[in-house]
């Protein structure tokens, strides 16, 4: 246990006798699960783990904790990637967990909205939804462990964003419990509202450094009716692109996702899966995976199916899905690939983001210089880039000792990054800072976007008690207001 | 000319040596057109009027006023509602007119994206899109005299909110001038960027408070091919609401308007334009008019038809219309009542939303409590209900006094709020709070809101420099930082 400081052990004391119950994790069994995070990377013990079931409980601890000045951690599923969620080194950081506040409130299928606690999961909240013939369309790879909260506080990506936006396009309101200790219930289900500031979004994708978000009115969708799926070869990025811009006006805006696979990224999935046989006759150096859905009588497979025969100037060869069966197989394509990319071992994970009309320069250059540089590596890209994002991934040959993975892993980032800096892109495009990206972020950002960032954290969280150390760098002094 | 005081003479004396040439209006009959807005409601002579061209021409203007402590007033085509554009009264506001920053800077259709000027025209900003085959699809009846910078800081609404989100879904990224004289370069065109806060939010819907908007990089959506459009006749508002959920799903969320009319204001439609004829064999209480588009090749026609079919149970009558003309015809149904519901005379304008689940019992019990307690009065209720949203208007009597009008409009005022607050709604959906609604928003704020409120405008604007007394009150001391 790395909690020893007699400042820690009164600290906990205190804590013990305010909230007593099982409110309180202190004992070491207990935190193990709330130490790691779901890649592994990071690990830290925090001082304890406290379990709220109300927002009035997160309320009375974040007081107790601004009087006690013991710095706090806002925890979900831990699937977030940039550590932002786990303990910060140094076991002083409270956990709060979130997940004793898992209810789903409301869901109403005439406002399309539902109303859910932070600590809900996020495929449970889909069910939900689905009840109602409803969707709540932020869909990712982890949707099965990351919390409703969590996906607030990172304005989660995934999939659909093509089609329904990021969490922030989703939210209708907001209760937060605030770093004085103070709720503010914003938790509303109207459409539109100019009352003023629309001070959710200060909450929104702020990683937990502003307040603690305890519950969300969400927007939802009418359940698709019908699913159609293609899996398209081409010649080069360049051309899906075009394709893209081509298939968002023939279909109608109905495309809900538009996934790029490299021909690397489907020898992946064939390594790792024997009984999958190469989805085509013959390699073609890029793939998209297209899928489009709709909730009316659309002839939707003649829609997918036109667009794909008038674009044969760009599509090599394409396969359409026949039904639910294939189409999740054509899927599977893609999460095989995601698992099993690193093969058992740590590699490079990247989320950048360019203008649509850059990520084809994006990808041929960022994997040149990568394959170029460490041509015993590999070097994978795939992602949303109907969104302009893409994952540029870095696997390290299986015998380099750590400190030389570290060096590839460094250098192959800067490369990426290089690339992504002189295309006008984005560093982090869904997975946000964190502590992983802290520095490569404040190095990169513009002096005034980051005075105002920092003004904002100050008059919110003016003693540094929420998330230190995340988007920015600790403070000398965090937690003395 | 309302400026006659010494310290007028003498900033103006400043301002004109500090901005040479045609940078300044001064002359009473240059200040005219800055003066009254569309509405007519609100006049009032500003100190002068700055022009500049650049958005470093507005932070040397911000730099010398913050100096001088003059305050400013960003204007842009003076079409807002709520009085927040026009000078305040007392004559020493600057209006800052962006007319002169109206550059279309760009228009990509691969990234669906165009990067406007704050002064542009909004139908000057769809027009380009259009070349491009692309859409910006903020849409409503002054888009020939808004422009974008108004559109951003009021974050403003329309008819295609339903389909599209409001101007704050629409925004990628902004160009702000801050109260310090510091400019914020925010003009990416990314899809996706998690890079912490996301400060744009901060400026959209401030209503010139926290900064002035000088650019902004816009969402674009491929252009529709196809438009249908029906009227429909009804028993109730709650049938309206029933027929708007399932028209989402049969349609497939291709509704781009879904718009509430009720009897009377077709009626007013019937008065003023003599040439037209009622729209269906029998008059019904309540009218919607629908919209879909679509830009692939979607059997539109056949899905809106339908739809209605299908809905036989809600629908009493419909008229699809055959073609752009006939679609144009019905739309005008609507237009002439918004433009001749006044006839002439000033008439009490509300802009409400509740859950859209709640709105059929906030019309009628708002239009019975206002006929109920007005009956001479005429209270029509129109509006894009598909979003919860209801312009619930009432027009006084021919022969009231001046002060009966005023009674009647604080009278009529309270009752429809007073069903809203009932309700859980917004008394301001899409216009937003001004002058005009500056204390019926403060007396319903949620103190915890509204604090949060202050406190964003107290660190972007200590000194209360730009938009004083709009939101929140003016405050003592304003302008002294």
């Known amino acids: 246990m790395n909690v020893a400081s007699p400042q820690s052990l009164k600290a906990l ?31 830290s013990r925090p001082l304890a783990v406290a379990r709220p079931r109300t927002a009035e409980d997160v309320a009375a601890l974040v007081r107790h904790c601004r009087q006690e000045r013991i710095p706090l951690v806002p925890q979900g599923g831990l ?53 109602h013939d409803c969707v709540l369309p932020i869909t990712f790879g982890a949707q099965g462990s990351c919390r409703i909260g969590g996906n607030v506080a990172t304005n989660a990506g995934g999939f659909n964003v093509l089609r329904y936006g990021m969490t922030r396009d989703l939210v209708l309101g907001l209760e937060v419990v605030l770093a004085d200790g103070r709720i503010w219930n914003g938790l509303k289900v109207l459409r539109k509202d100019n009352r003023g500031y629309d001070l959710k979004q200060l909450f929104i994708g702020s990683e937990g450094t502003l307040g603690i978000v305890t519950a969300a009115s969400l927007k939802l969708f009418p359940k698709p009716t019908q699913v159609e799926v293609a899996l398209v070869g081409l010649r080069s990025v360049e051309d899906a692109m075009l394709l893209f811009a081509r298939a968002r006006r023939e279909c109608s805006d109905l495309l809900t996702a538009f996934e790029l696979i490299l021909r690397e990224g489907i020898e992946v999935a064939l390594r790792a899966r024997p009984d999958f046989t190469d989805p085509m006759d013959a390699p073609y150096p890029v793939y998209v995976l297209i899928e489009t859905s709709a909730a ?23 396969v359409m899905a026949s039904g639910k069966a294939q189409a999740d197989r054509l899927w599977l394509f893609r999460e095989t690939m995601v698992e099993r990319q690193g093969n058992g071992r740590r590699y490079l994970r990247t989320d950048v983001s360019v203008p649509i009309s850059r990520l084809a320069e994006l ?7 990568v394959r170029g540089r460490y041509p015993e590596a590999l070097a994978l890209a795939y992602g949303h880039v109907g969104d302009g994002n893409v994952h540029m991934n870095v696997i390290p040959p299986a015998d380099l000792s750590l400190q030389q993975t570290e060096d590839l892993f460094h250098g192959a980032e800067a490369l990426i990054f290089d690339v992504v800096d002189r295309l006008g892109g984005s560093i982090s495009a869904e997975h946000g800072i964190g502590r992983v990206k802290q520095k490569a972020f404040v190095e990169r950002a513009d002096p005034v976007a980051l005075d105002l960032a920092m003004r904002l954290k100050n008059v919110l969280d003016p003693g540094h008690l929420l998330s230190s150390g995340r988007i920015f760098p600790s403070l000398p002094g965090a937690s003395d207001e």
């Open 13 to 43: 004391a205190k804590l013990a006798e305010a909230f007593p119950g099982d409110f309180l994790l202190t004992a070491e069994g207990d935190l193990e699960r709330y130490s790691r995070d779901w890649s592994g990377d990071h690990v």
């Open 79 to 131: 699937t977030g990637l940039v550590g932002a969620a786990v303990a910060a080194p140094g076991g002083g950081e409270l956990v709060v967990s979130l997940e004793r506040m898992n209810a789903v409130r409301s869901v109403s299928p005439i406002d399309f909205a539902m109303v859910v606690e932070a600590g809900c999961i996020l495929e449970d909240a889909k069910h939900a939804a689905e009840k």
């Open 363 to 369: 990808v041929d250059q960022g994997v040149a210089a």
């Open 296 to 318: 009316g009588r659309v002839d939707l497979r003649a829609l997918l199916e036109g667009c794909l025969a008038e674009a044969d100037d760009l599509v090599a060869d394409a």
